[in-house]
């Protein structure tokens, strides 16, 4: 059973939220968030990547970075930027990219669901990742960028979202990139209680993006956990800012590779070894988008090519059978000597959102072959999680991406 409760938001005046909502903090380099705080100075990004606030040449990890994200977040609110709600509310998150919605219920979800596996995860987490946005969180005594989580779609909590939405919202904004964000509240006593009550009927919810947002909060709460040890359960620092989705209304974009070279084979010894586990088709200069799962393209040295597994290299495996698992297993590793893509700097991923085209610029730049991925689907992502198993690296692209500053969960 999940346990979702209602929060005392910290959040953006209604005039203001446009201005403050940013994209995640992991989506920039250093030079990008610099560009967009001095572009826009309400941004959250400024308090998410505090080092803008430094000398380009200061160590965006230093202790002076994590006081001066707390000391921004002080001053936004005594300027009246970021008001708290008041009261207990669960909030409804919609997002509208191409013409295509989802919304989700925000709301903070239970560390100890995430240490009892009711919360599923699908990806390995970094400890060097995981520290810093635990100084972060420890510091600003605040979780400032929510957890995407899914489920899979319950009919009672559809009705209570359509109907709410039928209301005034309380945010209404598109964001330079075109993505068009409305939040609604939920603070019928009523419909909390709907909510809170149909969430505990769920076994499961799964971590669709955010693993080491997540884990850096679950371990600050287990820090204040030893720093409190008369702690009862219901203070705020046992739970953790996240926005849930109904898995039907999500979208996984392609995550493709590019890699820089051949692995010393020349292009027909290359396509022979790739012949040993694919079909190969050649697709002439247009870019080849994979429709169906099992499919491949590849763009070299400026043609196209569909490649397609061969039946004996399926599986049934929820890991083993991810197509981002046919390609490493069967080309990138035996082919091109691809071991570890954590690691290796011969290889890189471009995710599908910036199109096919950017993988045929990529192969006339810096790399030598790039791969179009048929994405991973919602249910694979669910069937990897349920079976305690991680997915490989970069196998899932999300679309639209979540805006912080709009939800602020502080933990005292």
Known sequence: MATIRPFNALRPREDAAGNVAALPYDVYNRDEALA???????????IDRAETQFDQN?????????????????????????IREGKNCYYIYELTM?????????GCASIDD???????????TREDKEIDRIKHVDVCNAQTGPIFLAYRSQKAINEVVDRIKEGTPLYDFVAPDGVHHTVWKIDDRADVETI??????????????????????????????????????????????SVLFPHD?????????????????????????????????????????????????MY?????????????????????GLDVSLLQNYLLTPVLNIIDIRTDKRVDFVGGIRGLEELEQRVKTDMKVAFSMYPTSINELFAVSDAGQLMPPKSTWFEPKLRSGLFIHELE
């Not at 191409?98 to 925000?106: E, N």
């Not at 995430?114 to 390995?124: A, F, G, M, S």
Request: glycine residues 8%; hydrophobic residues 35%.
């Open 98 to 106: 191409d013409g295509r919605s989802q919304a989700g219920i925000v």
């Open 114 to 124: 995430y240490l009892d596996n009711v919360i599923k995860k699908h990806e390995k």
């Open 300 to 320: 070299l040295e400026g043609v196209w090519y569909k490649l397609i597994a061969k039946k004996e290299i399926r599986s049934n495996d929820p890991v083993e």
């Open 36 to 46: 967009e705080v001095l572009k826009e100075p309400f941004s959250f990004l400024k």
């Open 249 to 297: 209304q999500l979208r996984i974009l392609d995550y493709n590779r590019v890699v820089k070279d051949l692995n010393g084979l020349g292009k027909e010894e290359f396509l022979k070894e790739v012949k040993e586990s694919f079909l190969i088709e050649d697709r002439g200069e247009k870019p080849y988008k994979p429709t169906e799962k099992g499919t491949f393209g």
């Open 196 to 241: 809170y009550t149909e969430f505990q009927k769920i076994q499961n919810v799964y971590i669709a993006d955010g693993h080491h947002r997540t884990a850096s909060a679950v371990k600050v709460g287990l820090k204040r956990r030893e720093a409190n040890p008369g702690y009862t359960g219901k203070e705020e620092f046992n739970y953790f800012l």
């Open 58 to 82: 200061f160590n965006p990890y230093d202790a002076q970075v994590y006081e001066k994200a707390r000391d921004l977040l002080q001053e936004m609110i005594r300027d009246g930027i970021f």
